[in-house]
């Protein structure tokens, strides 16, 4: 887990405000913090090619001459630097599932492969599979995870995520954002997929409220869709209390575009 930003430059530039919320902490220079729980931001580059040899993940401040091997973050001032940037860039390069967000039960993580004998257990269920494309076997289920991670999470910073209660760590569902092509234009689209336990207890609503939150706040998205079975009335009645609206396109006969503009 992120506990420690370190900020070395040599230009005097001038630091995010957010990262002073309480957060993390902020310090000048590597004393006495350890590579596990840090991360450096530095515009110097024997200091980035140093910190990342002794195991730190390092943010590289782009100096407008020379890139740098082997640092996948890069950014053109320290500015540029909020905490949920910081805890993006270190849990990818420490390869930890990150933790998206929060709501008042719940919190919101990327899945792993060891999430996957739970998902099995949250798709062992009659209105899932009726509404939900299922897992594949679980060798290929597996290896899907692998390369969504990789490939989603890792370039997009954003996919489908697993709900979690946060006080037994117990799978409630899944839900989060994917890109999706219609009409030949890609757009944002909004899934959820809730356990039978905790349906009726507006964990649905509580959960994509937070992510429309998340696309509008972090992603900078203005609208998204939600595809829903023309049949599933119980999700069509969450789209419309999210403030979704049909728009009378269709992602094929069985399914209609809801849309919700974020705010």
């Known amino acids: 887990m992120l506990k420690n930003i370190i900020f070395i430059l040599n230009k005097e530039e001038k630091i995010n405000p957010s990262m002073y919320?309480?957060?993390?902490?902020?310090?000048?220079?590597?004393?006495?913090?350890?590579?596990?729980?840090?991360?450096?931001?530095?515009?110097?580059?024997?200091?980035?090619?140093?910190?990342?040899?002794?195991?730190?993940?390092?943010?590289?401040?782009?100096?407008?001459?020379?890139?740098?091997?082997?640092?996948?973050?890069?950014?053109?001032?320290?500015?540029?630097?909020?905490?949920?940037?910081?805890?993006?860039?270190?849990?990818?390069?420490?390869?930890?599932?990150?933790?998206?967000?929060?709501?008042?039960?719940?919190?919101?993580?990327?899945?792993?492969?060891?999430d996957l004998p739970k998902l099995y257990e949250l798709y062992d269920d009659e209105t899932i599979r009726r509404y939900t494309e299922p897992l594949y076997d679980y060798e290929e289920e597996k290896e899907f995870t692998e390369n969504y991670i990789k490939n989603m999470y890792g370039m997009y910073?954003?996919?489908?995520?697993?709900?979690?209660?946060?006080?037994?760590?117990?799978?409630?569902?899944?839900?989060?954002?994917?890109?999706?092509?219609?009409?030949?234009?890609?757009?944002?689209?909004?899934?959820?997929?809730?356990?039978?336990?905790?349906?009726?207890?507006?964990?649905?609503?509580?959960?994509?409220?937070?992510?429309m939150n998340y696309a509008h706040d972090v992603l900078e998205k203005d609208r998204l869709n939600i595809i829903v079975d023309r049949d599933n009335i119980p999700s069509i009645k969450l789209a419309e209390k999210l403030g979704a609206h049909n728009t009378g396109r269709s992602a094929g006969s069985k399914y209609m575009i809801m849309e919700c503009e974020l705010d």
């Not at 489908?160 to 899944?174: A, F, N, Q, S």
């Open 21 to 114: 919320d309480g957060t993390y902490n902020i310090f000048t220079d590597l004393n006495p913090v350890s590579p596990d729980d840090s991360i450096v931001v530095t515009d110097d580059i024997e200091t980035a090619l140093d910190d990342k040899k002794a195991g730190y993940a390092v943010i590289y401040v782009y100096d407008g001459n020379s890139y740098i091997q082997g640092i996948s973050y890069i950014v053109e001032s320290a500015g540029a630097c909020t905490p949920q940037y910081c805890n993006e860039a270190y849990c990818r390069i420490k390869g930890i599932p990150m933790t998206v967000m929060y709501t008042e039960r719940t919190y919101i993580k990327e899945i792993t492969v060891d």
């Open 157 to 211: 910073g954003f996919g489908m995520w697993l709900v979690k209660d946060r006080d037994t760590d117990e799978l409630i569902g899944r839900a989060g954002l994917e890109l999706r092509l219609i009409d030949g234009k890609e757009e944002m689209e909004m899934g959820y997929i809730i356990g039978k336990q905790y349906r009726r207890k507006g964990y649905a609503l509580e959960v994509c409220k937070a992510i």
